[in-house]
């Protein structure tokens, strides 16, 4: 049964010094949970692109600013969206000062 209440994952954090023209692996554990909402934060110099594969861009996020990417706004009618426990994403762009992190929501099973 799911919870009637909201919990926050761990943030994830990617120093962008680390930044190069292929893609790396942001997350390599993948989300811990079934997230409703996730939330892109570009705090670096540079702008980035997303990939949910690590060879094709899918976003593109400028330097300051913040995304949210809400998984039940696609839902039908009677469904829950999420992003499944253990999805990954990849980064790259141009080497810069700052980092890159990803936020998340879900709602935990009792």
Request: proline content about 5%; charged content about 15%.
């Amino acid at each position: 049964m799911t919870a009637n209440y909201v919990k926050m994952i761990p943030l994830i954090t990617f120093d962008t010094s680390l930044l190069t023209d292929d893609y790396q692996i942001l997350n390599p554990g993948g989300l811990p949970n079934a997230c409703y909402m996730i939330k892109f934060y570009n705090e670096s110099t540079q702008p980035v692109y997303i990939s949910m594969d690590g060879s094709t861009d899918h976003e593109y996020l400028s330097y300051g600013y913040s995304f949210p990417v809400y998984a039940q706004s696609n839902a039908q009618k009677r469904d829950a969206g999420f992003w499944a426990a253990g999805t990954t994403f990849w980064i790259k762009g141009t080497e810069s000062a700052g980092v890159f992190t990803i936020s998340g929501y879900y709602q935990p099973q009792i």
